[in-house]
């Protein structure tokens, strides 16, 4: 039994590390695997908030670099303040809207068949954004204005429906707004840290009582398997846009979706 629990916990944590910093839905991924593994309640709950936190870790620890220079430069540095506010006002837009509608979001939304219907829509809108004449006008997040910040934080609270995708939002609106691939995914990248760690606050707030120290072991297993399969992601992602665009993404969306609606129909 102990056993089983481990390799539920090891693949759903490796689901989370892969899929979250990709354009395809971490959460419609976890709520597929979790209804196909028999794992959900109050237990998937709580384990979720270790996998998130493993995932986010894996994005700090491949910037630390740039994460330690603007904290250092926060007192005194122009650029450094800058890039904070801009942070700060993608983040505030899914900030407010997810804590108004939280509660609804996660009794109505969660469910397989509304999020094989994001992915698919949100696969097409992928493939129409790349397909259009695109001349980025922003080559790096240094070179951001706080209307960029504020239109991609708006995508990203679109993303507050399961089967979005965060990144894939924040990516493609970044994407549509001018930004180059490498400047609208660190950007989202960057957006995912205060994002994911407010998340994953409010869920440990909201289900303390649920967390029982026996799971302890099971957390971990979660936890490093997302942190590791994170890490790899990013820097694999990073690599990837360098010479691709992002249709193979929607394609898999577009797949993956339709293969989810005749499952769950």
Known sequence: MDIIIYAKALLLGLVEGVTEFLPIS???HLI????????TGEKAKTFEIAIQLGAILAVCWNYRVKITEVARGLTHDPSAQRFVMHLIIAFLPAAFLGLAFHKMIKEYLFHPFNVAIALVAGGIIIILIERRAYQPRVQTVEEMRWPHALKIGLCQAVALFPGTSRSGATIMGGLLFGLSRQAAAEFSFFLAIPTMFSATL????KNWGLLDSHDLGMFAAGFF??????????KA??????????EAF?????VFGLIVLAYFW
Request: proline residues 0%; without cysteine; charged residues 10%.
């Open 202 to 205: 409010y869920d440990l707030y």
């Open 250 to 254: 929607a394609y898999y969306r577009i």
């Open 225 to 234: 398997a997302a942190f590791l399969s994170a890490l790899l992601t990013v």
């Open 26 to 28: 971490s959460t419609g």
């Open 237 to 246: 992602l990073l690599r990837f846009i360098a010479h691709h665009s992002f």
């Open 32 to 39: 597929i695997a979790g209804d196909l593994l028999n794992f």
